[in-house]
Structure formats: C-alpha cells, structure tokens
C-alpha cells in the first residue's frame, strides 16, 4: 500500500514538472531567439542614428527609442495622477455612491477593451479635431490604456493597509485628508509604485493604439504636435517589410524593447520584495 | 488635566443592531474607570461614541448626550474632539512609514507645529510618559514596527499622550499583549491617571480590579452596575454582576 | 512593579504594628491596675478594647480588598492570609489583657506577697509579640524561631509561679482566694505568650509554606 501511494506521488510529481517544463518553453524560447537575432543586429549606431533607407546599412532606431521614452512619459504624467487619486476615491470615500460604482465599472470595462479600439477613439476625437498625428495623442492613448490598471493595483495596495491605521490617524484629531496623503499614502507607496512600474511596461509594448495616434516617423519629431516614432510601432513596419537590413533592425528593436519591459518588471518586483522585510 | 465627563441616555446603532440600549454614567475626573463585560456587551461601542469614531463607520446611528468639559460632544467638531480625548487601540498601530520620532509627534506635527524644539521637547516628554524613554532614546529614528510588542504598544501611548488630551480611552491595550508587557501597561496607566481621566475597556476582570478606581459592568448594552472597584469586586448590589466577576456566567 | 499591592501590603504590616501597639499599651495598663489593685483603674481599662476591635476589622478588610483586586499568589498571598490570623491572635491577647483588669475586681485587700515573677511574665509576653510582629515586618525567620525557647522560658516561669503561689496558699486560708486569681493572671499572661508564639509559627508559614507548631 505505502508503495503503491509512493508511485503515485511520483507520477504526479512527473506530470507538474513536465507541465511546467511546457509553460516554460514558450517564454525561453521567444527570449532566446530575440536575443539570438536581436543581439546580432545591436550597435551603437543603432542607438545613435534615425533609420536609413533600405539598403543602405547602419541606420538606428534612435527616434523610435526615444519616442517611446516620450510617450509613455506623457500617459504616465496623464495616467499615474488620474490612476491614484481615483483609487483614493474609490478606497476611501464614499464605497457605494453612483460615481464609486459608475467608475468602478468604467475601470472593469477599459481593463477588457481591445487597445486598438482606443487607438480609434482618439484618432476620431484627437487626431481628426486636430487635423494631424501626433505624439501627444500618442501619449494620451497610453494614458487611457494605463488609467485602469494603475487604478486597479492603486486600490488594491491601498486597501491593504490595515483599516487600524486609519483609525489611528483620525483618533489623533487628524483630519481625513492630512491622513490620506501623510499616513495612508506613504504607507502604501511602495506598492503603488510597484503597480505603477507594472502599468508603464505594460503600455511601452502597445503598438495598436500608436498606430492610429501617433503613426509614426523616419525622423525626429520637432515637437509633440508632430507624429512620432516608438519601438513597437518601427519594429511592426520593419518586420512586415522586404528588406533583410530592416529585418534585422527589427531584431534590435524587439530585444531592446524586451529589456526595458523586463527591466522595469524586474526593478518594480525588487521594490516589492524589499517592503515586505 | 482631568475635566467633567457625563453620560446622559446613550443609545448607539450597528445598522439596525441597537448595540446601546440608554447608558447614563457620570465619569470621574483623573480616575481610572474600567468597562468590563462579556463579548458584545457593547463596551467598545460605548467607548468609541465618545470620541465619535463610532460615527466613522458606515450605518451607525447615535442618540443622547455626552457632555464634556460643559459642552457637548456634538456640538463640537470631531475632529477637535479627538483631541481632547485621545485612543489606544487593542492592537498596537504605529504608522508603518515613519520612524518612532515621527511616530509620536504625529498628531501634533500634521496639525501644523512646525517648531523643531518643541516637537523635540514634546516626544521625548511623551516617550518618558508612557515609560519608554530610556528604551529608545538612542534610536529615535528607527522604524516605528522595529519595537516589539509591548514596546509598540507604549509607543501609541505616546503618541497619543502627546496631543495633551484630558481624557484617554484605551480599547483592550495589553490583550495583544504577553503578561510582563501587559504589567507595564498597568503600571504606566497607574501613572497617568494623576493627569489623565482614563477609561478602558477591559475583558480581563482581573485586570479591571487591578488598576480600576471605579469598574462599570456592561450587559447587553445597558449599564448593570457602576461603583467603587472595591465594591464590585467585594460586594457587588447586582446579583448579574456577581454572576460575572466570578465566572459563572452562562 | 505591583505598586498597588506593595503598598496595600505595607498597609496591613502598618495596621498590624499599630495594633501591637495598642495591645501593649493595655496590658501595661492592666498590669499598672494590677499591681495598685485600684478599681476605678479596672473599670476603665475593661472597655478598652474598642480599638483593638477596630484595628482587626480593618485589617480585614484591607485583606478581603487585597485579595479581591489584587489577586496575590504563593507568598504574596501566604503574608496576607496570616495578616487576618495575625490580627485575630492579637485580638485575643488584648482579651486576655482585659481579663487581668476583670480578676484585679475580684481580688480583696492587699497582695498576699509582693510580685515579682508575675510581672516578669508580661514583660516576656510583651517583648515576644513585638518580636512576632517584627518577624513578620522584616520577613525574618530567626526571630521567629527564638520565640519557641522564650515561649519555653514563660511557661517555666508559670510553673515557678503556680508553685510559689500553692506554698503561700497552703500557708494560710486567707490567701486562698487571692492566690487562685493569682494563678489566673498567671494562666492568662501564658496564654498570651502561645499567641505571641503563633505569630511566629505564621511568619515561618510565609517563609516556607509549611506550618511548625512553636508551642512545643
């Protein structure tokens, strides 16, 4: 009996491992191979220089790096203020009035809606009225994009923190809002910095909505009323085109797309594990 | 120091759970009064609605009156109140994000002194109040969590004495404690009551008799007996009241 | 630490020191009437005894109080439980004190001889109880044990004394009377020496947890 129970055991063992071993597969496999083309096609001029014509060699992604940098700055301005002070609102005002419910389900919604489809909504309010592509409608896709999710992991961390130290605070004759903003939010920063972080690497790999908004460019923007390059967005032309030089532009660009992203993970997760200690 | 504290036909609401059935009490200035009672006796309701934080949770209802220093509590604006009269809670709560200094100045700093020397001046008299001075002098700025228990626990103490309230409310303070923290506690409020009007609620009988001038007992929210601690515990009027102190209850 | 109870114990050593006090003060009184057989002197150390009464109310009291909020435990509560036996000891001595003013009413006439060993008794009795109160102030053991040899010395003294006393009786029928109530005097300062005894026996109690009889 004892062995039989051992064998079990085993298989089922065997079976979790193998199951992880496929999980994995994917994800290794799609690092290996960015790394394997991308490393390839790295440079310094491909951080220095704009794109070049096809066929000619040594042209860069420096605009659409940058581009990116600019962008997702500007949803994060738009995004992280609106993000936090929402979920502060949510937390810990009024839980069931008609706006607490209204912009929780607005936040349900947005989390579930396709990105291109904001990329087509701020094409037709902001693009169309404007009467040109640029980065700042660029931007203020991502930020539509970031608002849910910032507001989601805000809420979260900020329901965390134990209800006790509100009560402390209010028991010290201190008024809601001095201990929303000097006790609760100091408290609960390093998670909501963390869900912040999580948010910006989410949205720097959005292509769709750029698509739409801020179209993309060979050279640098003069300002942010102009189309502007991104990574994800250079990366989609050059991939889909003929040319092999641009094919390994595209290489670069992915693994320097990637770094970023897990780099921001991985710094968003060390804050994380440091608060808990 | 201690002013005058009535109570006049309290009646508190949970929703529509009546958790206070008309208490009426007079507290004595610059006493220790203990609350004591079986679970949901409404102790900790009755605490609470005097320092008007029973009102910070959503559903509740009050009715009567609470008179303090001649006005009554809610004609004043809670948020002065609270700090007149001042709580430690069952669980110690020091703010996570600041350090010990920060800690007990809390209340006074974020209510706009900005004077360094008497911030200084006000935390260390706090501290040697609630007996903790000795042990954290020299390490001010660590984190308030990096104290244990008990010493977390005189931390609050601290903090809250350092509003100068009148009157201190204390919820249960050594039940999440272990023993010998839990005799601090009751030495330092021994101390305290020579400026402080304290009432604590308390589900430890013995606890009650210990440091209690005057023990009131609490029962199905309504007051059963109030008197002299010697009293209750030597020869209580209610045979309710007998039936609990010595344990033989349901 | 234990403020409260430290103190209410300094209390109760406090009441029961006064007591002795007071219980020594009546038997010096008693004695005094005693030796000047002066009747109005009897009368009025015969109700005396008010205040004793009171002080071992009160040291009652303050041990119900003691125990009720204070919830000593092991010697804590050893000191105060003999604190109520303490005091009910010295209850009974100041009796007994009062009882030589009740004999000094009965007896006529001038002494049969002078005293000397009769007197000598309640000096003993009386330094041995504010031995016994000392022990128990101070906690100390020694004093305590002594008190079983002087309790000895007292008893051998009684024994002088009831024999001298049936010589003199013997000698003359006058003297009968007078030489029993003697004798009773003589009982009465012995047994308040056993009380003085037994408060030693309650100190060792304290002590140790355990109860030695003195008395022999």
Redesign the interface.
């Known amino acids: 009996m004892k062995s039989l129970r051992k064998s079990v055991n085993w298989i089922m063992l065997s079976i979790f491992i193998f199951a992880t071993i496929i999980a994995l597969i994917p994800l290794f496999g799609v690092l290996g191979y960015v790394v394997e083309h991308g490393f390839r096609a790295l440079s310094l001029d491909f951080f220095l220089n704009l794109p070049k014509a096809m066929g000619l060699s040594g042209g860069g992604m420096a605009n659409a790096i940058v581009g990116t940098l600019i962008m997702v700055l500007i949803a994060s301005l738009i995004g992280i203020p609106i993000g936090i002070l929402a979920a502060i609102y949510l937390t810990e005002y009024d839980r069931h009035s008609w706006l607490s419910v209204g912009v929780r389900f607005a936040t349900d919604v947005l989390t579930g809606i396709p990105s291109i489809i904001v990329g087509i909504v701020i094409y037709t309010a902001v693009v169309l009225k404007m009467g040109n592509f640029s980065a700042l409608a660029g931007g203020l896709a991502l930020a539509i994009i970031m608002i849910p999710l910032i507001i989601r992991s805000t809420e979260e961390m900020l329901k965390l923190v134990s209800h006790s130290i509100r009560e402390a605070g209010y028991a010290l004759g201190i008024s809601k809002g001095k201990t929303i903003l000097r006790i609760i939010l100091p408290t609960a920063a390093k998670g909501i910095i963390t869900g912040a972080m999580l948010a910006v690497a989410r949205v720097a790999g959005e292509t769709a909505p750029l698509l739409f908004t801020a179209l993309g460019n060979q050279y640098w923007a003069r300002s942010l009323n102009e189309p502007m390059a991104s990574l994800p967005v250079q990366i989609f032309q050059y991939a889909t085109s003929p040319y092999k030089e641009w094919h390994q532009q595209a290489w670069a660009g992915s693994l320097v797309l990637i770094s970023l992203v897990i780099i921001l993970n991985l710094s968003a997760r060390f804050a994380f594990r440091s608060r808990s200690n | 120091m201690g002013q005058s504290l009535s109570v006049r036909d309290l009646e508190a609401w949970y929703g529509s759970n009546k958790t206070l059935k008309g208490i009426t009490m007079e507290i004595e200035l610059n006493h220790v009064t203990a609350i004591i009672g079986p679970s949901g006796c409404g102790k900790s309701t009755f605490v609470r609605c005097i ?1 008007r ?1 029973h009102e ?1 949770m ?1 559903g509740t209802k009050v009715k009567g009156e609470i008179i303090l220093e001649g006005v009554s509590i809610y004609d004043r604006d809670p ?5 007149m009269v ?2 430690v ?1 069952q ?1 110690p ?6 350090s010990i200094y920060d800690n007990v100045i ?2 006074v700093k ?2 706009g002194m900005t004077n360094k020397q008497k911030l200084q001046a006000i935390a260390e008299k706090s501290l040697r109040m609630a007996a903790l001075w000795d042990e954290v002098k020299d390490r001010l700025n660590y984190s308030g969590m990096s104290l244990s228990g008990g010493q977390q626990q005189r931390l ?1 103490i601290a ?2 004495l350092a ?1 100068e309230p009148s009157v201190l409310l204390m919820d249960e303070p050594a039940s999440a404690l272990d023993p010998i923290a839990t ?1 601090h506690i009751e ?1 330092l409020v ?1 101390q305290l009551k020579v400026n402080y009007t304290i009432l604590i609620v308390t589900h430890n009988m ?1 606890q009650a ?3 209690a001038d005057s023990t009131a007992f609490f029962l199905n929210g309504e007051l059963v007996e109030h008197g002299p ?2 009293d209750i ?2 020869n209580p009027h209610d045979k309710r009241t007998e039936d609990y102190i010595s344990g033989r209850f349901g | 630490m234990r403020q409260s109870l430290n103190e209410g114990q300094l209390g109760l050593t406090k009441l029961l020191k006064d007591m002795g006090e007071e219980v020594g003060r009546i038997l010096k009184g008693c004695m005094e009437t005693l030796l000047s057989l002066d009747r109005t002197q009897a009368n009025f150390w015969i109700t005396e005894d008010q205040k004793v009464n009171d002080f071992e109310r009160q040291v009652d009291d303050l041990c119900v109080l003691l125990i009720a909020t204070q919830q000593p435990v092991a010697k804590d509560l050893r000191k105060i439980i003999s604190a109520m036996k303490i005091s009910t000891d010295l209850e009974r001595m100041a009796d007994l004190a009062i009882d030589i003013a009740k004999i000094v009413r009965r007896i006529d006439g001038p002494l049969c001889k002078p005293l000397v060993d009769i007197p000598q008794m309640a000096e003993m009795a009386l330094g041995m109880m504010r031995q016994g109160l000392e022990a128990y102030a101070s906690e100390n053991m020694e004093l305590a044990h002594e008190l079983a040899e002087l309790d000895d010395q007292v008893d051998r003294l009684y024994k002088k004394v009831v024999r001298d006393l049936l010589v003199i009786m013997t000698e003359a029928t006058e003297n009968l009377d007078q030489g029993m109530y003697l004798i009773f005097v003589g009982r009465y300062l012995e047994r308040f020496a056993d009380h003085a005894t037994n408060i030693g026996e309650n100190v060792i109690y304290i002590a140790t947890a355990s109860r030695q009889d003195l008395n022999k």
Do not use: W
């Not at chain 2, 948020?79 to 700090?83: E, F, G």
């Open positions: 320092n934080m910070t959503p948020v002065a109140l609270r700090k001042g709580m809670f669980k709560n020091p703010f996570p994000s600041m809390a209340g974020l209510n609050c903090r809250a509003v005799m030495e021994r013995q008799a210990r440091i601690t010697s515990f030597t």
